[in-house]
């Protein structure tokens, strides 16, 4: 059990680590092996500053379901309205698919950007994101999500989660995606952050708590039922109850029910990913929306299920077939990079890059770490390691060096992400693949985050944030939007869950 929880807090010394899809076998021998050393677990945990389950009340003004970003930020918000919440996660360890995230956090008109030169608007920020979604975002949530983008921003600083350094990502015109001040990878150093806040703001945070059941009465929310340990059932009651359990991208089954292509691809999703907040709330009469729509990240290390984040695009790495060509604008949305690669005989393509990425996107020194990257001092040596023709490939950087200076791609119209050439040796490449990233569906929220019934009315008491909503980003997400989201609308449901739950006492 050691082992499980090592490789699980290993998480948060990098964003982007892919755990996958188990086969049953290895589901059934980790869960039996699990239960056996419960005691172990929880001592553990305990040593990781999360709560002791035997300080586990039977009740709570607010419980919050799952630790990742939204939840987090959920609780904090909550306790600033006067709350008293309480955080069950079912895993080991604190962060969710936050810890994942690689590239940065989207927001418009910030101080970051207005201390850069940077001219963005909350307006473009809706249209493009709207464009990226192919124009069936939810507009309402839309429109929430740009208008209070750069206040989430200024509310991270004040936790001591400065997200100064600015890059930018696929589908976006402008440098609004916000990340760590050394251009690290942002889910580590979010996780990171939020569980100091949290634990500092005394606030409850359990792990090893899985909610099986939202419970209500008369209509309205009341409690869940929770299983410790994988052993005892508990009932905890509450005014309120949020979810942020994340969405489905690990849960294999879900996967092909709603997208049946999709059954053999690898997922970057952690492991505890499997719609349970969803299914718990359509036992209630919850609606959800989007459900087939499921992301694909195209740049996604296959051996270990890896995403390469898309800061390594933003920073000026280019796409190169087997053929040692480029093939597509790399900055275009996730749906039609990732359409590009499949297209491919190989159906699998190389990131190639300079020093000059290297070092300006730092998360591609943990990528090293793992393996995945290959070296070269010169662009020759580089395609002679990966079986690439050496001259095509020379010429491909050499004529996208000239496209940079001229700041125009003649090829395929890129228009970001151009501001370095690839001219500083030594070269570098990482094979990747398209990979099961996000889905896009979940439960219906309104802007309140009030969990919304068929009919649209709200079920009263039951919030929701993060990816286990739908709605937001439509039929494709754009990078950066993710973390955003979370923060966003973690906030104003931890602030509207304290709302309701004030008026109940």
Not at 10 to 28: H, P, R, W
Not at 108 to 121: F, H, L, P, R, V
Not at 253 to 261: C, F, S, T
Not at 351 to 362: E, M, P, S, T, Y
Request: proline residues 2%; aromatic residues 6%; glycine residues 10%.
């Amino acid at each position: 059990m050691k082992k499980v929880i090592m490789s699980l807090l290993s998480l948060s010394l990098f964003a982007g680590i892919a755990v996958g899809c188990t086969s049953d076998q290895d589901k059934t021998a980790k869960k039996s092996k699990e239960s056996k050393e419960s005691t172990e677990v929880t001592s553990g945990a305990s040593a990781n500053g999360y709560t002791d389950l035997s300080e586990l009340e039977d009740q709570y003004d607010i419980v919050i379901i799952g630790a990742g970003g939204a939840g987090m930020t959920a609780a904090l918000q909550a306790k600033e309205a006067g709350m008293n919440p309480a955080i069950l996660e079912k895993m080991p360890v604190a962060g969710g698919n936050t810890i994942k995230s690689s590239s940065g956090m989207n927001a418009s008109e910030t101080k970051y950007q207005k201390a850069e030169g940077i001219s963005d608007s909350n307006d473009k920020f809706f249209e493009e994101t709207l464009k990226g979604g192919k124009g069936t975002n939810d507009k309402e949530l839309l429109r929430f999500f740009v208008d209070h983008s750069a206040d989430a921003i200024d509310w991270l600083d004040t936790k001591g989660i400065e997200l100064s350094n600015l890059t930018i990502t696929g589908g976006m015109s402008e440098k609004r995606t916000h990340r760590p001040s050394d251009g690290s990878a942002i889910g580590g150093y979010l996780v990171d952050g939020l569980v100091r806040n949290v634990k500092e703001e005394k606030i409850p945070l359990f792990v090893n708590a899985n909610v099986t059941e939202i419970t209500e009465k008369d209509g309205q929310v009341n409690g869940v039922k929770v299983k410790l340990n994988d052993k005892e059932t508990k009932e905890i009651k509450s005014n309120a109850v949020i979810v942020t359990t994340g969405g489905f991208g690990a849960n294999k089954e879900m996967l092909e029910q709603y997208d049946p292509k999709l059954k053999d691809y690898v997922t970057t999703n952690q492991e505890g990913t499997t719609g349970d907040g969803i299914k718990m709330i359509e036992k209630l009469g919850g609606a959800t929306v989007d459900m087939k729509e499921i992301q694909i990240h195209p740049t996604v290390q296959q051996d270990k299920s890896f995403l390469i984040g898309e800061v390594v695009r933003g920073e000026g790495a280019i796409l190169a077939s087997q053929e040692g060509t480029r093939f597509v604008n790399e900055m275009d949305t996730r749906d039609k990079v990732s359409a590009a690669i499949t297209a491919l005989p190989e159906k699998s393509a190389y990131l190639v890059f300079d020093q000059g990425v290297r070092d300006r996107a730092k998360a591609i020194d943990f990528y090293d770490e793992q393996g995945f990257v290959v070296e070269g001092a010169t662009i020759e040596e580089l395609a002679k390691k990966i079986d690439m023709p050496e001259a095509a490939l020379k010429e491909t950087v050499a004529q996208w060096n000239k496209e940079v200076q001229a700041k125009s791609d003649t090829q395929f119209n890129r228009a970001t992400g151009m501001d370095h050439d690839l001219s500083t040796g030594p070269y570098y490449a990482i094979k990747i693949a398209p990979g099961i990233h996000h889905t896009m569906g979940g439960v219906k929220i309104n802007t309140k985050t009030e969990v919304l019934k068929e009919d649209g009315a709200p079920i009263k008491g039951l919030y929701a944030a993060g990816e286990v909503t739908g709605g937001l980003h439509g039929a494709n997400r754009i990078g950066g939007n993710a973390v955003a989201d979370i923060i966003i609308f973690g906030r104003q449901s931890g602030t509207e869950a304290a709302n309701f739950a004030s008026a109940q006492k």
